[in-house]
């Protein structure tokens, strides 16, 4: 009885790898490889795309140099306000003059306060804007190599600053570190970086 047992576990044997050749042959050939085998991953620090991005340099001299514009008509008023002041001192308590330079000031005065508002404001929004409109253009062009170059997945590398006053804060920048390590072979940040660019430089020499 043992003797057919023995023989039978060795005739399964020698068909195993027979089997297992025709199982995989069966297998069907739109068939979902396995996750580890051929997915393609890449890495892009944000920070220093936008941090070297041409683009992004001119954007904020430009909105530096309208801050200066603000700045400049803000520190004009406050002269002419000081100067009034001074001229309302010099003026007879209860005249006529004095009471007509003091109604000035007071409106001078409102005008300056909504003028400094509506500056403030201003130089919001246009940073607001121009921050949405280059992070839309850099995730386009993420999604162009990936699309081209048939990436699965590109995830966002960040860089944070550790040096911090607080625990709190430094929690915070270890919790916002999405990656540990990656390969330089994965990093298409310069990639990315240059493509832009060269679309800038390009679209700057056409004006």
């Known amino acids: 009885m043992r003797k057919v047992v023995f023989c039978v576990i060795a005739v399964l044997a020698c068909l195993c790898p027979c089997l297992l050749d025709t199982t995989q042959a069966k297998e069907p050939a739109g068939a979902v490889a396995s996750p ?3 997915l393609k991953v890449g890495v892009v620090d944000l920070n ?4 070297k991005y041409e683009k992004r340099k001119a954007f904020d001299a430009q909105l530096k140099e309208q801050e200066k514009q603000y700045q400049k008509n803000i520190t004009d008023r406050k002269k002419e306000l000081v100067s009034l002041s001074e001229k309302i001192q010099l003026l007879d308590p209860g005249s006529e003059a004095r009471k ?3 109604e000035t000031f007071e409106k001078k005065n409102m005008e300056l306060e909504s003028y400094a508002k509506f500056a403030e404001k201003s130089l ?3 940073y607001k804007d121009y921050f949405e409109s280059l992070y839309s253009e850099v995730c386009k062009e993420v999604e162009d190599i990936g699309k081209q170059e048939q990436y699965d997945l590109i995830i966002k590398k960040e860089e944070p600053e550790l040096k911090s006053s607080g625990i709190s804060e430094l929690q915070f920048k270890v ?3 999405t990656i540990l390590y990656n390969s330089d072979s994965v990093d298409i940040t310069s990639r990315v970086l240059d493509n832009l660019n060269k679309r800038f430089s390009e679209g700057t020499k056409r004006k």
């Open 36 to 38: 580890s085998k051929g």
């Open 124 to 126: 919001t929004k246009k």
């Open 100 to 102: 007509k330079d003091e």
């Open 175 to 177: 919790g916002i570190k």
């Open 48 to 51: 220093g795309v936008f941090e």
